[in-house]
């Protein structure tokens, strides 16, 4: 490869210097947005919007619900959603996405009932919804894992001669795990039809940023991977959904993978077993608070007749029937089968599974056969 080609090469995979930008903090459009990509038409921004206002307020909910007692534990992507939300806008029904365990706004847009979401969060079982019917993999808790998994659902897309997409969710903390890079040096080297889509939200629970990486951006671990690279800002929804969708249809066109960085912040804690206040003081929140995407986004389109105050009205009416659905239904008891912990281990259950099983089962059937214990005082 000559010296041109190598340098034309390098260009074409290098992410843009700034992160790319179409709104202001202040929800004023840029003066030179960025010209690479094309903003998103008015009603699909609109949509956006509503999809926002939606995945706040049953983040906001959730929230609520884990300190009733009612989750057993909750990570809150509040500040996030315009990351959540462009995610899932920029697919198709039949594009596969592989979520991690913050991404519970993202499987809400999905169209995934809120309950089904958070069955996992309750403790109830290991996934609540179908992942093939919904092609929504399971939310996964260990780091970067869910990398390897969409690499490889990527490829079986390709080999089977489909234009199907697959797009993995990361957190900043997981591009320092090992099956992060592997999973980009398969992806490029086969060219899997994947968007790697890292939201950088400025901590891996505690550990800031320049404690992980030394990099200029996140973006740039895709460069010695060979493969297409951009950076975003993370709290612009109109940027986030351009980035994407030009993501998405670079790799379905079998251009091979991109990786995406959107720049963001964790409004909450880690989880609410988590005290932020530890690592991180108020002024720092402060600051992002006024980059609020769902506000942003509001003012962008207001000014631009895009959105009346019907409209946010209605949407916000709207978002209230979601919470009190999801209150509603969180407040039903679950009743577990226990015996369940014995399906899915293995898709023929070992000798020692079918031992334990029936020794459970029969120790349960003895309680049922019993009779209650008396209780009243003699």
Same mark, same amino acid.
């Given at each position: ?20 930008? $179409? ?34 307020? $049953? ?137 790697? $889509? ?181």
């Amino acid at each position: 490869m000559s010296v041109k080609s190598l340098r034309q090469t390098v260009q074409g995979l290098l992410p843009s210097l700034e992160p790319v930008r $179409f709104v202001a903090v202040d929800g004023a459009p840029v003066a030179k947005p960025t010209a690479d990509y094309t903003e998103p038409p008015p009603e699909a921004l609109r949509e956006a919007y509503r999809r926002m206002v939606l995945g706040r307020r $049953f983040d906001t909910q959730a929230t609520a619900l884990t300190k009733q007692g009612r989750l057993a534990v909750y990570p809150s992507s509040r500040g996030q959603e315009a990351c959540q939300i462009a995610a899932v806008l920029a697919l198709r029904p039949d594009d596969w996405l592989f979520p991690t365990y913050r991404d519970s706004v993202a499987l809400v847009t999905r169209g995934i009932d809120p309950l089904e979401v958070l069955t996992l969060l309750r403790g109830d079982w290991h996934c609540g919804y179908d992942p093939a019917a919904t092609r929504v993999a399971p939310q996964c808790t260990p780091l970067a894992t869910q990398v390897l998994h969409a690499t490889g659902m990527a490829e079986a897309l390709r080999r089977t001669g489909g234009d199907g997409v697959a797009m993995a969710l990361v957190g900043d903390g997981a591009t320092s795990e090992g099956d992060f890079h592997e999973a980009l040096n398969f992806a490029a080297v086969f060219r899997a039809p994947v968007v790697f $889509f890292v939201q950088n939200n400025k901590y891996a629970i505690s550990v800031p940023l320049a404690r992980q990486s030394a990099a200029p951006a996140l973006a740039y671990k895709g460069i010695g991977h060979g493969m297409r690279s951009e950076q975003v800002d993370g709290n612009d929804l109109v940027a986030v959904l351009a980035v994407l969708t030009a993501a998405v249809e670079h790799a379905r066109a079998g251009h091979g993978p991109v990786l995406v960085e959107a720049h963001t912040y964790r409004m909450d804690a880690h989880t609410n077993a988590d005290d932020a206040t530890r690592y991180r003081d108020e002024a720092e929140v402060e600051r992002w608070s006024a980059a609020d995407p769902v506000s942003r986004l509001e003012t962008y389109l207001r000014a631009r007749g895009a959105l009346t105050d019907q409209d946010v009205a209605a949407v916000r009416e709207e978002a209230e029937t979601l919470a009190t659905e999801l209150r509603a239904g969180m407040n039903e008891e679950s009743v577990p089968d226990l015996l369940e912990l014995f399906d899915h281990v293995y898709a023929e259950p070992t000798p020692q599974l079918r031992e334990q099983r029936a020794l459970l089962a029969a120790e349960l059937a003895a309680d049922a056969a019993s009779p209650a214990l008396d209780t009243q005082e003699n």
